[in-house]
């Protein structure tokens, strides 16, 4: 008897109100458009995004398990916003920990998935030169260069930590630097060189090259900071 696999395939299942609100609310914290600091309410989301109330609701909520609103009494809720000395050390922290699961995804990625991740940066690039060299944004997931190296690693607690709270964190700043004059391509080439040295089992340089790259952004941060481009 012939089985058809396809019977027992799992669909996926369809975006709820709720997703559809999250994924709508989340894309706006990232790129700016809900600015960190900013306070909000639900009638305004409402208008502002063509939002119904019960589906908003859940939305907030699953945001702030997320860390990306606070919630505070009488004072209502407001994006998430940290200093410039927290977001330093944030890259300091992440400096370290890519640099480690750079090294480890090069030990432990398979040919198929870094051949994928290839592949992903070259959709990142057509992406790019659609915005005209002005914006580096990268999706949530696997879309995103810096997720695909942490799940990589193959290190679950270290996959962890990279991806929890301090994840979601970082996303909002990454974007809004990547907005930099020419910042995109020269991210994009240091994404590709960091993929090459695992695709050559280089651990070692593939940690280099990860906390050279995460160093040239916070450096970025200061320098946007200093010049008074970067409110914080």
């Known amino acids: 008897m012939i089985v058809d696999k396809s019977m027992n395939a799992v669909a996926p299942q369809p975006l709820t109100r709720a997703d559809e609100a999250f994924d709508c609310l989340q894309t706006a914290i990232v790129t700016g458009d809900l600015a960190p600091g ?6 305004e989301l409402c208008a502002r995004f063509k939002l119904t ?17 606070v919630r505070r009494p009488h004072a209502g809720v407001k994006v998430v916003s940290v200093s410039a000395d927290e977001l330093m050390e944030l ?57 695909r190296i ?33 910042r995109p391509h020269r991210a994009l080439g240091e994404h590709r060189r960091i993929v090459e040295a695992i695709a050559q089992r280089d651990g070692e340089l593939a940690e280099f090259l990860m906390q050279r790259h995460i160093n040239a952004a916070r450096k970025n941060i200061e320098q946007k900071i200093s010049d008074g481009l970067l409110d914080i």
């Open 150 to 182: 942490a799940t990589g690693s193959r290190n679950a607690k270290l996959a962890q930590m990279l991806l929890g709270d301090l994840y979601y964190m970082v996303r909002m700043y990454r974007y809004r630097l990547s907005t930099s004059s020419g």
């Open 91 to 147: 890259y300091r922290i992440r400096e370290a920990m890519e640099g480690l699961a750079a090294r480890q995804a090069a030990e432990r990625m398979t040919d198929q998935e870094i051949a994928d991740l290839q592949a992903t940066l070259d959709s990142h690039e057509t992406m790019i030169e659609e915005a005209r060299g002005q914006a580096y944004y990268q999706a949530e997931g696997d879309y995103d260069f810096h997720h």
């Open 38 to 43: 900013e306070k909000i309410g639900e009638v």
């Open 53 to 69: 109330r019960g589906p908003l609701r859940e939305a907030l909520g699953r945001l702030e398990s997320r860390g990306l609103l």
